[in-house]
Every structure is written in structure tokens, then in C-alpha cells.
């Protein structure tokens, strides 16, 4: 089983729809939960963290941790174009070393 | 807003040459750390740096790898004697404080190994 698994898509919505990105893991270690956005050929920008189980929000994106179920959703509202990008979940468990998933393809189309 | 640099932007190297990859960290960031992402997969981890020394290191940073902060602002990754395999993008990150979930990368370097 790899430890971090993710809908490759290609997730394809209309403007305005609401997406639900989710990442399932095997490690129970991990004790921070990441989200990161990428567009083509650039480095991972860093959207969200979150440690426990639960909900946090920031703007139009909400990160939501299960750790009982080893499961966690990146939700977008309000989707625009420029939410066009892959998004990664990714998870530290050791010190220093974040474990990311294969990404998800999102195509926000206007 | 700060942000972490990185050149080149395209490295073309041949099989067996050396290359030295740059990276300027985020100006308080005492942490740094490098990934590669092989074109279609996902970003895997490399080496995390801490005061002058490697504090974590993954399994694909071997004998061939090396890192270095040469002066106050410059954080390089080392690739001795470059294989086809190598061939991927590199990214720099650094953090404020280890053990951070407040990675900040750079924008990468594209190397390709011929």
C-alpha cells in the first residue's frame, strides 16, 4: 500500500462549482497535513496546514482531517479559472521530511 | 514578498559530468531542504539542511548527492557524476523552523541529463 494516495483526475468542473480533492494515507505517524498548488513547470505553493482532526478555512478553501480514517479533503468554493493548477496533499511524519501525493489535475473551465 | 530563487532555471548536462544546482533561501529561513520531481510523478524529498549539517536524508540521496551552504545566502545541491535517471525537476524549499509544515519553494531547476 503507498502511503499517500491521490485521485490523479483529470478533474474537470464548470467556474463557480464547488471541488472536493481528497488524500488517503497509510502512515498513522503523520501529524501535519498540507495542501500545495502547483501550475505547470512552477514549485509547489503552500495553500493550507492543518495538525488535527477537524475543519480549518481560509477564504474559498477549506482543509478537512479524518486521522481515524486517514483520510483528508481540500474543498475549493466558488471555483474560478485561475484554480486551474494540480494540488497536492502532503504530510510530515519524521522531523523534516514531507511525503507528498501524486496530485490531482484540476481543469476550472469558464 | 520574500521568496525562495533558484538557477538555473534549465540545466542541460551530459551523463557522468558534475552540476551544481543554486538555490537563495528566504532570508530568516534557517531550514532548507531540496526535492526532485521526475516529469509525471510525484514530488519526493530529497535532503533536509539545518545549522551547516544534513538532518534528514532520503533513501535517493546517495554518495552521488552532496549539499552545501557556501555563504550566508546560498543553499547549492551537488550532483557528482550525473546518470540519465537524474533527469528531472529540482526544487529548493526552506522554512523558518524544523519540523515544518511551512515549506516555502522555489520556482525549481529543470535538469536534464543526456
Known amino acids: 500500500q503507498k502511503e499517500v494516495e491521490q485521485d490523479p483526475g483529470p478533474l474537470s468542473v464548470p467556474e463557480g462549482a464547488i471541488v472536493s480533492l481528497n488524500c488517503t494515507y497509510s502512515n498513522s505517524a503523520f501529524q501535519y497535513f498540507m495542501w500545495y498548488r502547483q501550475y505547470s513547470r512552477k514549485g509547489p505553493e503552500l495553500l493550507m496546514y492543518t495538525y488535527s482532526s477537524g475543519n480549518k478555512e481560509d477564504g474559498r478553501f477549506t482543509a478537512q482531517v479524518d486521522k481515524s480514517s486517514k483520510y483528508i479533503s481540500l474543498f475549493i468554493r466558488d471555483s474560478q479559472p485561475s484554480d486551474s493548477a494540480t494540488y497536492l496533499c502532503a504530510m510530515i511524519a519524521s522531523y523534516d521530511k514531507v511525503i507528498f501525493g501524486p496530485g490531482t489535475s484540476l481543469s476550472v473551465i469558464p | 514578498e520574500p521568496e525562495v530563487t533558484q538557477t538555473p532555471s534549465h540545466q542541460v548536462t551530459q551523463m557522468g559530468q558534475e552540476v551544481i544546482l543554486r538555490c537563495v533561501p528566504i532570508?530568516?529561513?534557517?531550514?532548507f531542504y531540496w526535492y526532485r520531481q521526475i516529469l509525471g510523478q510525484k514530488v519526493e524529498f530529497l535532503v533536509s539542511f539545518y545549522n551547516n549539517e544534513i538532518s534528514e536524508k532520503s533513501e535517493i540521496f546517495d554518495d552521488q548527492f552532496s549539499v552545501e551552504r557556501p555563504d550566508g545566502s546560498n543553499f547549492t545541491l551537488k550532483i557528482r557524476s550525473t546518470k540519465l535517471e537524474d533527469s528531472a525537476m529540482y526544487f529548493c524549499?526552506?522554512?523558518?523552523?524544523?519540523?515544518?509544515?511551512?515549506?516555502?519553494f522555489g520556482p525549481g531547476t529543470r535538469l536534464t541529463v543526456t
Open positions: 532570508s530568516n529561513h534557517l531550514y
Open positions: 524549499a526552506s522554512s523558518e523552523i524544523g519540523g515544518s509544515y511551512e515549506q516555502y
